[in-house]
């Protein structure tokens, strides 16, 4: 049906759901729990592949609807796909566009078919269906897409959520079926992840998860929270999908996050995580350190001679101090905000 996917599980924490594992793709192993630095066109800002692999990074995340606008699916595939387009040659996952069917709700209107899309570059309009979503992350030629999916604002009302909860269903499956056609010609077909909806009603997400996995996707992402939920009921939706999830299939919950949501997250049983949040607050001159939120372009470091974190080995707090942070060096030569 589409590229596999083998993914074993390592190791259970006996007092949590936690798990390790190894999922193993066309472009090397990745090991979980782990995130997923956010590269939206092809590039993580900031950061160059030899960055991002001295940080550890196996796997990171494109966008689909941002690559078909610019510079178009095609021109990535004449270029060698996404891994030379970007010079990256460990595993890419793609995001199929449905988030942006939520941020970009100004510029878009949704039919049954999919979204219809106003690009917010040059106000031309583009059509993205289940369909055409399978079609062009098959053309960028990731490891791992994501069915097109409806993503809620909140709060959303029980009744709108059904009926988005029921299209992102139907959706699913015609992008499968779509995936499987494209392999029986012979395309090379990224493995796909169905996405768990429902807003934030624990129901419709049980019903959701339920009926997905009655289909032979690859692995299972949880879409639609941390959206404006509080953070305590984004963990306990997270709980409850995941034990509904096969235990054999890699779960990856989307745009996620804090540290803090990292571990609780990794302990209700997530493997894959991704978010712009480590390199933007980097840009910006925020770092999570272990102790504590530091940000360091405040002019109260600008004489400040200690590390970043003077509990951290890594490049940037060994070379870099605060004061040189303050002075907006930091940040380029920083792998992220976490240290």
Known sequence: MWTELPFQLAARDPETRARAGRLTTRHGVVQTPTFMPVGTQATVKTLSPRDLIEAGAEIILANTYHLMLRPGAETVREMGGLHAFMSWPRAVLTDSGGF????LSPLRRITEDGAIFTSHLDGAKHSLTPERAVEVQTVLGCDVMMSFDECLPFPCDP?????????????????????????????????????????????????????????????????????????????????????????????????????????????????????????????????????????????????????????????????????????????????????
């Open 159 to 339: 009744v709108p959520a059904r009926v988005s909860m029921e299209r992102t269903l139907r959706w699913a499956r015609r992008g499968r079926i779509r995936a499987e056609q494209l392999r029986e010609s012979g395309d090379v077909v990224p493995a796909l992840f169905g996405i768990v909806q429902g807003g934030t009603h624990a129901e419709l997400r049980a019903e959701c998860a339920a009926r997905l996995v009655e289909e032979p996707f690859a692995g299972y992402a949880l879409g639609g929270l941390w959206v404006g939920e509080e953070p305590a009921w984004g963990h306990e939706l997270v709980a409850r999908d995941c034990a509904l999830l096969p235990e054999d299939r890699p779960r990856y919950l989307m745009g996620v996050g804090t540290p803090e949501d990292l571990i609780e997250a990794v302990a209700n049983g997530v493997d894959l995580f991704d978010c712009v949040l480590p390199t933007r607050n980097a840009r910006k001159g925020t770092v999570f350190t272990s102790r504590g939120r530091l940000v360091v372009k405040n002019a109260v470091y600008a004489r400040d001679p200690r590390p970043l974190d003077p509990d951290c080995d890594c490049t940037t707090c060994r070379q870099f101090t605060r004061s040189s942070g303050c002075a907006w060096r930091v940040c380029t030569a920083s792998t992220s905000s976490w240290h």
């Open 100 to 103: 942006q069917v939520l941020s």
